[in-house]
């Protein structure tokens, strides 16, 4: 499986960005995907996560600021990120946990890391 981000890039404070993230590849299901961000000096943190039955969870420093949203058919996922805060500011990372559907192994795959810049 192999992820590809876009979105991203320059915001103001109070603006706003989203991101993208579409896997490709083939025999394998999607069990949940998600998006991570690590800011200079700091741990790789969860952001966001949808689960193949729609559930969702939010860090609490982006809920009801971000909204994580996926199409199962065509393997992508989405964060729209609402009222951005300078602290918003990291590289983001889309996560996809697949399902082999011939052995039926886990996997974790990772996006490249897509700069998000919130900045007056």
């Known amino acids: 499986v192999q992820l590809q981000a876009s979105g991203g890039g320059l915001a103001q404070p109070g603006g706003r960005l989203s991101l993208s993230c579409a896997a490709s590849g083939s025999g394998f299901r999607v069990n949940y995907m998600a998006w991570y961000r690590q800011a200079p000096g700091k741990e790789r943190e969860l952001v966001a996560q949808i689960r193949s039955d729609g559930s969702t969870n939010y860090a609490d420093s982006v809920k009801g600021r971000f909204t994580i949203s996926g199409n199962a058919t065509q393997n992508t996922v989405f964060l729209d990120m609402n009222s951005l805060k300078r602290e918003d500011t990291a590289v983001y990372y889309c996560?996809?946990?697949?399902?082999?559907?011939?052995?039926?192994?886990?996997?974790?795959?990772w996006g490249q890391g897509t700069q998000v810049t919130v900045s007056s």
């Open positions: 996560n996809f946990g697949t399902i082999d559907l011939t052995f039926y192994d886990r996997y974790s795959s």
